[in-house]
């Protein structure tokens, strides 16, 4: 079965408070075809224990325990006008914290055996906001386990033309990037991530080796795109990416895991 893991944090999000509640209330109580692992603090633990049954665990874990906590959030946002007060979505910099902590998140997870899952993936808690979409199906064993083994599968959201541009102007023979990627840039979505359990320590240890090169270098990282956007045009050989051709581009895996 798989092992799904989310987070809920009470932070100024793209979207307004009541529509994440009907979101997450979606996804949390159709848990017939997998278990949950839903990360939370005390201040939001109140909005979310009414969830918790043998398949929804939950996790307090405060923002200044979060693995990426080291680095400075703040002053990256003040310089992350795609996002920050200056931008239609005045976002509070800790969203940033929570998108870059998705990996960790999963690889906590992983490393508790909560589940003792083969499968897991990494799901944004307003991933599933229809709610005709069935859940209750969700995802098909059979398609779980058609997966490649030592992938981990992300969603592209442009054209192959589009993603083969970016490569090339991108890509590094050092395996590390060498130019700072616009903050405008749209490749992979971030909000789903799918993987065998042998692959998350490996994505744990890049993820982070890229995000210290991004502070390293003083780069604005305006949200986890941009890190697994790196990671991938340095690891291909690592990835795979699918797509959607009858639905919302950054929402494909609600089709490919029912299918």
Known sequence: MLTLVTAWYR???KFKRNEYRMWMDNLLTNTDNYNVVLFTNTETYDEVKKYECNSVHIIIKEF??????????????????????KSRYNT??????????????????????IF????????DIGYFRNERFPLHLWPKQRKLSSIMKNRIYYCQVIS??????????????????KKEL????????????????????????EYYKILDIYYDNNWLVKDDQMIIFTAF??????FSLITSRIGDPWFAFRDFLLK
């Open 11 to 13: 932070v100024n999000n």
């Open 64 to 85: 200044e325990e979060f693995h990426c906590a080291k680095y400075d959030w703040i002053n990256n946002h003040k310089k992350n006008d795609t996002l920050n007060h």
């Open 92 to 113: 509070d910099y800790r969203l940033n914290m929570v998108w870059n902590e998705k990996v960790t998140f999963v690889h906590d997870v992983y490393t508790r055996q």
């Open 116 to 123: 003792n899952a083969e499968y897991y993936c990494w799901c």
């Open 160 to 177: 192959q033309q589009k993603l083969n541009e970016m490569f090339r102007y991108y890509f590094s023979k050092d395996s590390i990037i």
């Open 182 to 205: 616009s903050p405008n840039q749209v490749s992979i979505a971030g909000g789903f991530f799918l993987t065998h359990k042998d692959n998350i320590e490996w994505w744990f240890e």
């Open 233 to 238: 045009i340095n690891n291909m050989k690592n």
